[in-house]
């Protein structure tokens, strides 16, 4: 970190890492960010941070940051660096062509979990009413879009329960595919605080991570898994819960649909959900799975807490509803300490899905094909908006390579990097005719790009984020947009080139456009949150200053709902040729595909993303500590360098996704939850071999 001197004044604004939500003041010398506090009064944090949000912010004036707009022909063209209007005028012109040539349904757009929920409303309000199609998907797709589905089904709104402050009431912490220390660092620290004080720890995660064992924590069950067997193991737990009678009888008469749960429970209670009939399926002990069941049900007040180990699966939509069954069974639910507990992984991801970035669903997570609620937006909007829903990103894919979408716009997501399967998504979009990028960096999803727009970072505007526990938080402009123009306000020009007048003159306008169509955000103004700090979600007439705690006295959807959680094996299957199972997870210094946390002084904690491997898979392949592996699996190939760990079980190996040259997403497959195509990172069949060199 550059010391710049003295801070002469300071802005509170919101980290633009993790689903955490930390509140830091940016102290300020002239239009110099000083360095970042974490904020005392944040009530996501209470004055805590992690070195991501704490040091890692310089990106913001990195000289690679992209200041001029540039416009291109051909990809194989050079960049021409051109003025904001040539560039939004071509970008216009090009979708009018597309849309001339190949139909309405043609282009879509991209919504960014990075960017504040009023950029990604203006971002779907963009497609639905300037493009005239529900194309509009976000970077949601690939990580919770189970979670939005999932919660939906069985408890009405597709979000956490809790606030996190509410774990310093839990007696029993369950912890489900999920790695708090290196990816939410802030709450993990809230959690152990809770765990020292006397919670009891279950992990369910097929490697050792630092919850498991280390030296201030030690879980008392650890069910390590096999990757991709998450809804087996819910599946033995519940049979426990239930043909033990450990069910909160009283709970589920009075609050679940009886039909329902009665024919959940004469799934689970079947034989083959047992946790010995199981153990041959996720390779744990039974008198593991059952003392921890015990535990869970009868131990007091028991919180689950999830991430992308539950959701990036085939079954990530079915674990999600496994969870929320698991808790509506043993009445955790609807009151501190408890609760379903998404741990939401980028800033915004609750945000962006809240705010109608679906193809499925306008803000507020309403279908596009309820005619009250379309009626309302049409009304507002001027325009009629398309009853059936969008392509989703995976969709939109396929339908370049069929040629009937040939126009993106995509606002600060690299989907190449990010998305699985890279060599699909690059023949997807090397089949497009225009692609418009919008983004702080050079990126590789630019590579493939026609126009390219200067993105802003978070210090350069106004807005709002919503945290993993719904709580909205503003986002307040410490520096000039570095380019001139805010993210927000190139969508509104490229609108206005489409024939769609967008009129706001400040972010707040956009928020009181979302309160008064959203139920929800009904109560959210700025000048709430600039009073309250923060507002949990939903804030209306009944809930003013928010709703910490959800489905107290009913559920959202009214009674809950029991799901029957089958579970069916992934077609990822290991073979002689990919004996071993990859799986991903991330690490406390880097961010996601590492853009911002690469260029600045963070990159000195994790230099490079490395293959952790077992001993013993190790020395049957001659692999040695820190020798370079190359991965293989049916999708493609990658090197790494090898790192041999205790903390894997044997015929499972574990990689990072930091830095685009260790090509995790080159070697994932194109399978995808059921119900909402997100990607299966988690479980990839791979060989590991030793190469001399990458
Ligand atoms: Fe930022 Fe998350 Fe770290 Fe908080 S825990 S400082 S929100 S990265």
Redesign the pocket.
Known sequence: VIELGQPEHSVVTT?A??????A?KAEMKGSEVVRMV?YKNGQ??EGH??????FAWGYATHKDRILKPMIRSKITDPWKEVSWDEALDYAASEFKRIQKKYGRDSIGGIVSSRCTNEEGYLVQKLVRAGFGNNNVDTCARVCHSPTGYGLKQTLGESAGTQTFKSVEQSDVILVIGANPTDA????ASRMKKRLRAGARLIVIDPRVTELVRSPHIQADYHLPLKPGTNVAMLSALAHVIVTEGLLNEDFIAERCEGKAFEQWRDFVAKPENSPEAMAEVTGVAPELVRGAARLYATGGNAAIYYGLGVTEHAQGSTAVMAIANLAMATGNIGREGVGVNPLRGQ?NVQGSCDIGSFPHELPGYRHVSDSTTRHLFESAWGVSINPEPGLRIPNMFDAALDGSFMGLYCQGEDIVQSDPNTQHVAAALSAMECIVVQDIFMNETAMYAHVLLPGSSFLEKDGTFTNAERRISRVRKVMAPRAGYADWEVTIELAKRLGYEMNYSHPSEIMDEIARLTPTFQGVTYAKLDKLGSIQWPCNTEAPAGTPIMHVDEFVRGKGKFIITQYVATDEKVTRKFPLILTTGRILSQ?NVGAQTRRTENVHWHEADVLEIHPHDAQERGIRDGGWVNIQSRAGDTVLRAQISERMQPGVVYTTFHFPESGANVITTDNSDWATNCPEYKVTAVQVMPVNEP
Do not use: D, L, M
């Open positions: 980290c890492y993790c689903g955490v939500g930390c830091f974490p996501a944090n941070s992690c070195v991501k949000g704490r939410h660092p802030v709450f800033n961010y």
